[in-house]
């Protein structure tokens, strides 16, 4: 990739940071159980349509399970302080 593509990896990676802070200060107030339900029943259902819809290589869709792994992990381990 060129420095361009790094410049934009390095802006993704500052985005995940930050919705990942929100989604600890999220779960900090309405708590992990109600968090996982509105997930599990708006997001996920999108996410599978988006990706039937697309045709992945296996590196893709390891990053995907990677970033959907550590999202949840994330917010588990943040949710029980």
Do not use: P, Y
Request: glycine letters at 8%; proline letters at 0%; charged letters at 20%.
């Amino acid at each position: 990739m060129t420095a361009g593509g790094r410049e934009f990896q390095d802006a993704g990676a500052a985005q995940l940071k930050d919705r990942l802070q929100i989604s600890v200060q999220l779960i900090i107030k309405v708590g992990v159980e109600v968090v996982m339900q509105l997930i599990n029943s708006k997001c996920i259902s999108c996410l599978l349509a988006g990706i039937d819809a697309c045709t992945l290589t296996k590196s893709e869709l390891s990053s995907l399970d990677f970033t959907v792994n550590r999202f949840f992990s994330e917010t588990l381990q943040n949710g029980q302080h």
